[in-house]
């Protein structure tokens, strides 16, 4: 079987139902737009389990979203969608490209959460874009748009909390959505949630937890993943 796609970090693949897809994680990890590039021991385990306990958790709080079930330790399966070439991001402490673009210093709470949108685009290295430039390039609608923030800003709200139970800083993460292949006029989050696309700090200590380990050369990429997992896993198993 060939995948019907392959990403820097992930697979996909045709089930036997038309409207699902399994996604595979893979051990690979890129930064810098694909320049820097590595392999992890265990890394595709630790996203598939890290991002299906967070999927689960937003199903629950009623986040519509593509998950449907956890197939093994590398692979989902999810509602097959046409993702919206618009990355969505969000940010609550000033940190990576927001430090850059504006020079501030990296760590400085936001009053408000700050989202930003981007293209898509690898070969044009996902570039920055507002709500104009998304109407004219046809990325999606006005009203996809006012859909996509309020959700954007209620996952925020969730897992911001989520995380700050088990001691850490939801500093910023990236989004996707995708139109349902089974209903075009569903929007639901899709591909994945992990350490790979936010950035957690430990509450206590300061400490990354995240791919920030892996850009900077922090060493110790999996055991904060590893951490990653096993605080949310224990929570879940005291709370629910
Ligand atoms: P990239 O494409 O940036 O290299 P990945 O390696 O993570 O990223 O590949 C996963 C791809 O699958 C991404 O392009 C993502 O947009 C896409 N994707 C995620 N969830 C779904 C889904 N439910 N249906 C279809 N495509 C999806
Ligand atoms: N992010 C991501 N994929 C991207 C761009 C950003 O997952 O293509 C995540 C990144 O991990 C971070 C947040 O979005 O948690 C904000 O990233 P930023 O814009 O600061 O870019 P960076 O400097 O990390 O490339």
Not at 22 to 43: L, P, V
Request: net charge negative; with cysteine.
């Amino acid at each position: 079987m060939q995948p019907i796609y392959e990403g820097k970090a992930k697979r996909l693949w045709t089930t036997d139902d038309p409207s699902t897809l399994r996604m595979e994680f893979k051990n690979d990890a890129t930064a810098f737009n694909g320049e820097k590039k590595a392999s992890f021991e265990n890394k595709g385990r630790l996203n598939n389990a890290i991002s299906t306990l967070i999927y689960q958790y937003l199903e629950k709080t009623g986040i519509p979203t593509h998950f449907v079930r956890q197939i093994d330790e590398t692979n989902v399966e999810v509602k097959k969608v046409e993702i919206l070439m618009v990355e969505v991001i969000i940010r609550n402490v000033s940190a990576g490209s927001y430090c850059k673009r504006t020079g501030m210093e990296e760590g400085i709470p936001f009053s408000q959460p700050v989202i930003e949108f981007s293209y898509k685009s690898d070969a044009l290295g996902d570039p920055l874009i507002n709500d104009d430039y998304i109407r004219e390039m046809k990325l999606a609608t006005p009203e996809d748009m006012a859909f996509l923030r309020e959700s954007a800003l209620k996952v925020n709200a969730i897992l911001s909390g989520f995380f700050a139970e088990v001691g850490l800083k939801l500093v910023d993460f990236k989004l996707e959505f995708g139109r349902l292949a089974s209903d075009p006029a569903q929007i639901v989050l899709a591909d994945e949630i992990s350490p790979d696309g936010c950035r957690l700090w430990d509450l206590k200590t300061g400490e990354k937890m995240d791919k920030d380990r892996f850009r900077r050369d922090l060493g110790n990429v999996m055991e904060a993943y590893e951490e990653v997992l096993k605080r949310l896993k224990a929570r879940l198993e005291t709370n629910g």
